[in-house]
């Protein structure tokens, strides 16, 4: 389970059961690094795979971009200041077919299917679910990320196929799951 909001949030089911760890903090998926000294994230670290692949990425990531020039009419629909791009004009945008906000999506597909190469790697996954926020803009997402992660993949093609699917749950996901630990943990 991979939940995309403001950052990136985890569990990992192996065998039908949560994977807490050793001391409860198995799933701190989006603090993996993907780009060495890369942006600087609120834990302390640098280049954490939410910085890219999160909602909060890609409003960060858009805003970079906006400043350098790059994206002039998605600044102009929020009134011309690229501070002001947040992530869901991006994916309202895209929506509505404006290529630099496709082209910025795909881009986020990219850094998503990098982060799940990433833990097929080290875990072997046969399926991720897709929740949070960001998930709302599956469709715009999820197409990007699955063909990207055919070629990041090590021996994709000698692999039962990966499967990359949207929670039922969408933006309740993370929510919907930190409920259960805490029921579960009712006495």
């Excluded at 569990?11 to 060495?36: D, P, Y």
């Excluded at 093609?157 to 993370?174: D, H, Q, Y």
């Amino acid at each position: 389970m991979v939940t995309l909001g403001t950052g990136i949030g985890g569990g990992i089911i192996a065998g039908g059961q949560l994977i807490r760890g050793r001391n409860g903090f198995a799933g701190e998926i989006g603090h993996m690094v993907v780009e060495a000294r890369g942006a600087a994230c609120k834990c302390g670290g640098r280049g954490c795979w939410e910085r890219y692949a999160s909602g909060g990425g890609l409003g960060r990531m858009t805003r970079v971009a906006a400043r350098a020039g790059r994206f002039p009419k998605l600044v102009a629909r929020v009134g011309g200041d690229p501070e002001h791009v947040r992530s869901e004009d991006v994916t309202e945008a895209a929506a509505e077919g404006l290529d630099e906000a496709v082209g910025m999506m795909r881009e986020v597909g990219w850094w998503l299917a990098l982060g799940l190469a990433n833990l097929t790697a080290i875990l072997d996954c046969g399926h991720f679910v897709i929740g949070g926020g960001l998930s709302v803009a599956s469709d715009l997402v999820l197409p990007a990320a699955r063909e990207y992660l055919v070629d990041l993949v090590e021996g994709y093609e000698s692999r039962p196929t990966i499967t990359v699917a949207t929670s039922m749950f969408g933006p309740r996901s993370g929510a919907m799951g930190a409920a259960l630990v805490a029921f579960e943990r009712l006495p």
